[in-house]
């Protein structure tokens, strides 16, 4: 079966890693164009373009695939399939129908719940207790298609993005070998979506990321470890005596116990930084000043000295 891979970050070099790994033809890699990054603004190649070119895969970089002459390219390739997984372009039509059995995305959600660019960050930061990667058929809508093969995964109070983003493309790295297999033999089951519990998982914008401590601690907790550790949750607090700063919030805990504290008050430091919320508090035990590391809690006491009663405010 000759193949396309069309991905760009980490959770997509794993799956193009695995396919390597099972013998498969991998005729070209399409990923985004080096951007630049960095103090000197070097152009960096995404994950997928370093791990193609390491396998020596011809790659393509192009910016738009509405153009007449990328779509030619592409059809020339005489592909059975194309697999998609968090490319980051639209494929028209054309693309879509290129393939002599189509194009496949693998999507880290249960789909149609979680649409969109972030199905990971929002999964955690809606509460959700499970999730997992699904493969479907790629139509003309945002990730409308049919399903051919899943599998789920549980989201736990100790994962964060970073966490659950690794395991779903280990898992999605290991699902799509076994649906190429049974592609082959013809083995599958397109399944639609439902109508019914369709929700959009939108890119997160900075500004949604600053922490509202009025909120009930569940939200705030499911907020925290949801958007560790990009861009990351952020509040800013005075150590004792100084300006405040922008400090994020790495991993938390939500406690259910009143604290009697208005929102955003400093509880207590003995344990982690306990701080009150609407309705509970959280306990923050891993956190990052501008410029430095992120470190535990008690680490981050020993260099930013705060006492109970000092209050997270926003910059204002």
């Not at 880290?108 to 660019?117: F, N, T």
């Not at 493969?135 to 994962?159: F, H, Q, Y």
């Not at 861009?231 to 005596?241: K, Q």
């Not at 990052?288 to 405010?313: D, H, I, N, W």
Request: aromatic share 6%.
């Amino acid at each position: 079966m000759r193949l396309a891979f069309m991905g760009t970050p980490d959770f997509a070099a794993r799956s193009l890693a695995e396919l390597v790994a099972d013998g498969r033809e991998i005729a070209c890699v399409y990923t985004r164009a080096p951007k630049p990054s960095g103090r000197g603004k070097k152009l960096h190649k995404s994950p997928v373009h370093q791990l193609a070119e390491k396998f020596g895969i011809d790659v393509r970089t192009p910016k738009s695939l509405r153009r007449e002459e990328e779509q030619d390219a592409f059809k020339a390739l005489d592909l059975d399939a194309a697999i998609v997984v968090a490319y980051g372009l639209i494929l028209p039509l054309p693309i879509l129908g290129a393939p002599r059995l189509g194009c496949f995305n693998l999507h880290g959600s249960l789909l149609p719940r979680w649409r969109g660019a972030a199905p990971i960050q929002r999964a955690i930061m809606a509460g959700d207790t499970e999730t997992g990667v699904q493969v479907m058929r790629m139509e003309e809508g945002l990730d409308t298609g049919p399903v051919l093969l899943s599998e789920t995964a549980t989201i736990t109070k100790a994962d964060t993005a970073g966490s659950l983003h690794d395991r779903l493309a280990d898992i999605g790295a290991q699902l799509l070998p076994r649906f190429l297999a049974a592609l082959e033999r013809g083995g599958l089951q397109e399944v639609p979506q439902p109508g019914e519990g369709v929700t959009y998982a939108e890119k997160i914008s900075s500004a949604e990321a600053q922490i509202n401590w009025s909120a009930p601690a569940f939200e705030i907790d499911c907020m925290i470890r949801g958007l560790s550790p990009f861009p990351g949750a952020f509040s800013f607090l005075a150590a004792d005596g100084k300006d405040p700063e922008r400090l994020k919030l790495l991993f938390s805990e939500a406690l259910a116990e009143p604290t009697g504290k208005a929102p955003g008050t400093v509880v207590s430091v003995d344990n982690g930084l306990v701080v009150a919320c609407g309705q509970g508090a959280v306990r923050l035990s891993q956190l990052q000043r501008p410029g430095k590391k992120s470190q535990p809690a008690e680490e981050f006491l020993k260099g930013f000295t705060v006492s109970p009663g000092a209050v997270f405010k926003s910059k204002d």
